[in-house]
């Protein structure tokens, strides 16, 4: 089955500075990586994904990058800002008929002002 | 709101007590996920519906963990006989096999704690 593998468990940047979370996985048959942001007590909420058959996807201050070959895939945050503090967790869906999704163990971002 | 709710938002049991959760979808979904989250880790997908056939579980599914979704709408899981082990938040997923069929939406989750 999938495992996913995520790094740094946490994570402290400055206010402006930028964040890079990284991510391998196991399962070559993945196909689709999105990434979420949990702030305390919260829902987890989607903020970016890629496919398999895109290199690269920016929005605004977050961008994802994606290595098929190595496995691996990273989000990168710019300009970091105080409300960007949150746990953030990487995925990686299943090819089974759910795509369910394999989650990595998370990394606390905390932005200080 | 439109989004994935559920119910309740907290529940406190004792061990061996059956416990039932709901969940409502996105109204336009037709897929639905159960995860479940401990403290620190990420979700643990538990089982996924189309419409309203369970068609995947877990195999860390214990058969104490039942889901139904019976209309294709909402969707309940019930634990029975519970064990301390159980202490997690559950967390409902909802998402379309139309348009972005990828995305999934969560719920707010149940908090569970078995006493």
């Known amino acids: 089955g999938e495992n996913v593998e995520q790094h740094p468990s946490t994570l402290s940047v400055q206010e402006g500075d930028s964040a890079v979370i990284k991510c391998t996985y196991s399962?070559?048959?993945?196909?689709?990586f999105p990434w979420y942001k949990q702030e305390l007590g919260k829902r987890p909420q989607l903020i970016i994904d890629?496919?398999?058959?895109?290199g690269e996807k920016k929005d605004q201050r977050i961008a994802v990058t994606l290595n098929k070959t190595a496995k691996h895939f990273s989000l990168h945050i710019t300009e970091t800002q105080p409300e960007d503090s949150a746990v953030y967790f990487c995925?990686?869906?299943?090819?089974?008929?759910?795509?369910?999704?394999?989650f990595g163990t998370g990394t606390r971002l905390t932005v200080i002002p | 709101d439109t989004g994935v709710s559920q119910d309740p938002r907290h529940k406190i049991t004792k061990r061996g007590q059956n416990v039932t959760f709901r969940c409502d979808p996105i109204?336009?979904?037709?897929?639905l996920y159960w995860y479940r989250q401990t403290l620190g880790q990420g979700p643990e997908f538990l089982t996924y519906?189309?419409?309203?056939?369970?068609?995947?579980k877990s195999r860390l599914l214990s058969d104490r963990f039942s889901a139904e979704r019976p209309k294709g709408s909402f969707s309940t899981l019930e634990i029975q006989r519970t064990e301390q082990g159980d202490s997690a938040m559950y967390l409902c997923?909802?998402?379309?096999?139309?348009?972005?069929?990828?995305?999934?939406?969560f719920g707010p989750g149940t908090r569970l704690t078995v006493t």
């Open positions: 109204s336009e979904h037709n897929r």
């Open positions: 399962d070559s048959a993945s196909n689709y």
């Open positions: 997923a909802s998402s379309s096999t139309g348009r972005n069929p990828y995305e999934q939406y």
């Open positions: 519906f189309q419409n309203e056939a369970q068609l995947e």
């Open positions: 995925a990686a869906d299943t090819q089974t008929g759910a795509n369910n999704l394999f």
């Open positions: 890629i496919r398999s058959n895109v």
